[in-house]
């Protein structure tokens, strides 16, 4: 039996962090929203009850310091599967990115393998497991848009955001997300983003709304970092509503009709920036 799933790269419209938790980590509130651009996942079963893992990528680590191996192990180990799994990647979400693309595929490995394995997981279980392998796990189960809370694990489903093009640039370099939170500095965000309107404007549909109340507030941080990011984010912001993802270093942009999508992502081609034409889903 062989077992295909999608796995599909996700922006947060809206991030704050509210506080440093005992445990390191930072708590935060994020709208998350799914992106029609992903990563097809193939499963078979592997009979000598082993994982392994390949990728069309060469630097996708094959094994378990890859989340997608991680999430069959996991499961293997929760639920006492004997099986094995040959996990297949192709991956088209650029690596670390900021764009939740290992978080997506180790949900996809989750959701999968209850599909090859004919697992029977009570209510909740499996977003308990999700959020043992990362904070984004838990979303990239269920996609769509949603609130993220606590470490982003704690997440509330939102009426879906209407539909926009999205473009995507990456400068061609990963940003380390430990040292962009490392970087933080509460004293330095003067306005806290507007987190409830932004949610009542997903609701009322209304895409200008939305357009004005995107914010991150790790982008000072990353772009005192990596002064690149600012600068695409810059020239992304002179054509349509622009945000960094997550830590960085993808930006994207939002646009209601496809032709200033299309044009945006035709200059920054000509400019030689990684570049995709996605949107919302």
Same mark, same amino acid.
């Given at each position: 039996?062989? /077992?295909?799933?999608?796995?599909?790269?996700?922006?947060? #419209?809206? #991030?704050?962090?509210?506080?440093?938790?005992?445990?390191?980590?930072?708590?935060? %509130?994020?709208?998350?929203?799914?992106?029609?651009?992903?990563?097809?996942?193939? @499963? $078979?079963?592997?009979?000598?009850?082993?994982?392994? #893992?390949?990728?069309?990528? *060469?630097?996708?680590?094959?094994?378990?310091?890859?989340?997608?191996?991680?999430?069959? $192990?996991?499961?293997?180990?929760?639920?006492?599967?004997?099986?094995?799994?040959?996990?297949?990647?192709?991956? %088209?979400?650029?690596?670390?990115?900021?764009?939740?693309?290992?978080?997506?595929?180790?949900?996809?490995?989750?959701?999968?393998?209850? %599909?090859?394995?004919? @697992? *029977?997981?009570?209510?909740?279980? &499996?977003?308990?497991?999700?959020?043992?392998?990362?904070?984004?796990?838990?979303?990239?189960? $269920?996609?769509? !848009?949603?609130?993220?809370?606590? %470490?982003?694990?704690? /997440?509330?489903?939102?009426?879906?955001?209407?539909?926009?093009? /999205?473009?995507?640039?990456? +400068?061609?370099?990963?940003?380390?997300?430990?040292?962009?939170?490392?970087?933080?500095?509460?004293?330095?965000?003067?306005?806290?983003?507007?987190?409830?309107?932004?949610?009542?404007?997903?609701?009322?549909?209304?895409?200008?709304?939305?357009?004005?109340?995107?914010?991150?507030? @790790?982008?000072?941080?990353?772009?005192?970092?990596?002064?690149?990011?600012?600068?695409?984010?810059?020239?992304?912001?002179? !054509?349509?509503?622009?945000?960094?993802?997550?830590?960085?270093?993808?930006?994207?942009?939002?646009?209601?009709?496809?032709? +200033?999508?299309?044009? @945006?992502?035709? !200059? &920054?081609?000509?400019?030689?920036?990684?570049?995709?034409?996605?949107? *919302?889903?």
């Amino acid at each position: 039996m062989i /077992v295909t799933e999608k796995a599909y790269a996700k922006i947060n #419209l809206i #991030l704050d962090i509210v506080a440093k938790r005992p445990d390191g980590y930072h708590e935060i %509130r994020t709208i998350m929203q799914s992106l029609s651009l992903s990563d097809t996942i193939t @499963l $078979s079963e592997n009979r000598q009850g082993k994982i392994s #893992l390949e990728c069309n990528l *060469t630097e996708i680590p094959l094994d378990a310091g890859n989340l997608a191996w991680q999430a069959a $192990s996991l499961i293997q180990a929760e639920y006492g599967v004997t099986k094995g799994v040959h996990i297949s990647l192709n991956k %088209r979400i650029p690596v670390a990115a900021g764009l939740a693309g290992g978080s997506s595929n180790a949900a996809a490995v989750l959701r999968g393998l209850v %599909r090859l394995w004919g @697992l *029977t997981p009570k209510q909740g279980e &499996l977003s308990a497991l999700a959020a043992k392998l990362g904070s984004d796990v838990p979303f990239c189960l $269920s996609g769509g !848009t949603a609130l993220g809370t606590g %470490r982003g694990e704690l /997440v509330t489903l939102l009426p879906s955001c209407p539909h926009f093009y /999205v473009v995507l640039a990456n +400068p061609g370099f990963p940003v380390s997300t430990a040292d962009v939170y490392r970087n933080f500095r509460f004293e330095g965000t003067k306005t806290r983003p507007d987190i409830d309107g932004m949610i009542t404007a997903i609701g009322s549909a209304e895409r200008s709304a939305i357009t004005v109340r995107l914010a991150n507030v @790790l982008e000072s941080s990353t772009f005192s970092l990596y002064p690149l990011v600012q600068e695409l984010k810059n020239k992304m912001g002179q !054509t349509g509503a622009a945000l960094m993802c997550g830590s960085g270093a993808t930006v994207f942009a939002l646009f209601t009709a496809f032709a +200033p999508a299309w044009s @945006l992502q035709q !200059t &920054l081609l000509a400019a030689g920036t990684t570049v995709w034409l996605t949107e *919302t889903i």
